[in-house]
């Protein structure tokens, strides 16, 4: 079953369309890919002081369902769906609570992030102590 | 006592200076703004489609003490100190737990709100309803 | 050829990394977008509030091959590559000059555009007007 | 006279409101300080890896007049009004053109920012080639 992350829509993610500016699902998608690391143990800020390394976005390929508004509370999944000796790949969604209805899809996606080296920003192999948090 | 919300920092937030970007405290105490009126039984997109008015921001006064990081959870506080007719003002901080001392201030303000009508943009009086509200 | 836009990187686009932030390629992309959309003499504030409809993205597929960092002068590029009823689909590109090489490819993508009532937000027909200002 | 930037609006820029987003004019006043750094000579990519140093943020201090709307075209001002040792205080404006009248006044605000460390981020004394490059 994939993480799953809430995510409060505030004035700072909409725009003059009255609905959440849709580059703002990025953001939400990596909130909850971070708060998926932190409940497998996985610190970004310790990793880059420690390990010298981070993950970066190397691809992301979104749709856009329907729009999400000021105050909404929405779902944010994560699951890991492949994890490679340099990059990982996730399917994410975005997902609102509707009074009796089955929760709605508003924008979901493929986001791969590869593991470089924090100065040289070089790809590098992610850490065993990393790949094995991530098996289950 | 101040209302408290807790942010948690991510990519997102920061700059590369390595900290948070400072704009993004404006973002961080109107998300806890924002909370302090729904605790009030306030949600400002209802007032937006029933009312048909909406709080701007009309004044901001910030101070940055030290900098927060990636990965740093913060307390965000939110005290009204005036409410006049047609304005709030708020004093609020952010702060961040460090350990065996006592919280340590990152940067604190003072926001002016203006109630305004949603569709001309023009100033008006902060209906009653809401003053009523606020009053402990 | 493609349209081609000018974007400066400030402490703004960056993050912690010490690199843009992936993010705001999608807004650096919708900048090149308007521009190109000016450029034909369509203007998004007075088609909001004249025709009563907007675009909005209904899809973002992008890859980052290189980071971009502060004081980088970017160039953006918009291109339609398909011209529906009631969408558009364009290709897109971030390049930056290197001094006696070719421009450097940092990030690319698709973005599909489509057209909805302003208020209703429901899809609809893309006005006969922009579709013929958008054939050469 | 002060230095003067142009910044144009887009849905980015732009909140429910139907306007541009408060936080925002923050960045604008500070794409304007980064140009007018730059029509100075100074780089501050270059600093932060050469010299070793960067400006921070310390102090910010903004009224919002009246509200820009997308697909505007703004000036943006900044006004060195004091050059310590360790700080530099701007006075920063937002204005826009309006036909037939005198530019008016959107923001306007006073931004204070300090030099540090790049690494250990503690405050120090400005280089003597950045106030010397200061003085007209």
């Known amino acids: 079953m994939a993480f799953q992350f809430p995510v409060r829509i505030y004035w700072e993610d909409t725009d003059a369309g ?7 699902y990025l953001k939400f998608f990596e909130r909850a890919r971070t708060e998926w690391l932190r409940s497998l143990g996985i610190e970004q800020q310790a990793l880059k002081s420690e390990v010298g390394g981070m993950f970066v976005v190397s ?14 509370l929405l779902t944010i999944t994560a699951e890991l769906v492949e994890a490679g000796r340099a990059t990982l790949t996730l399917r994410q969604q975005a997902l609102i609570e509707v009074p009796s209805l089955a929760p709605q899809l508003l924008a979901e996606g493929m986001i791969r992030i590869g593991w470089v080296d924090s100065n040289t920003l070089k790809p590098g192999r992610i850490p065993a102590t990393i790949l ?3 098996k289950p």
Chains 1, 2, 3, 4 share one sequence.
């Open 132 to 134: 094995k948090a991530l």
């Open 18 to 24: 009255g609905i959440v500016f849709y580059a703002n």
């Open 59 to 72: 691809e992301t390929s979104l749709k856009y369902h329907r729009p999400a508004q000021l105050d909404n």
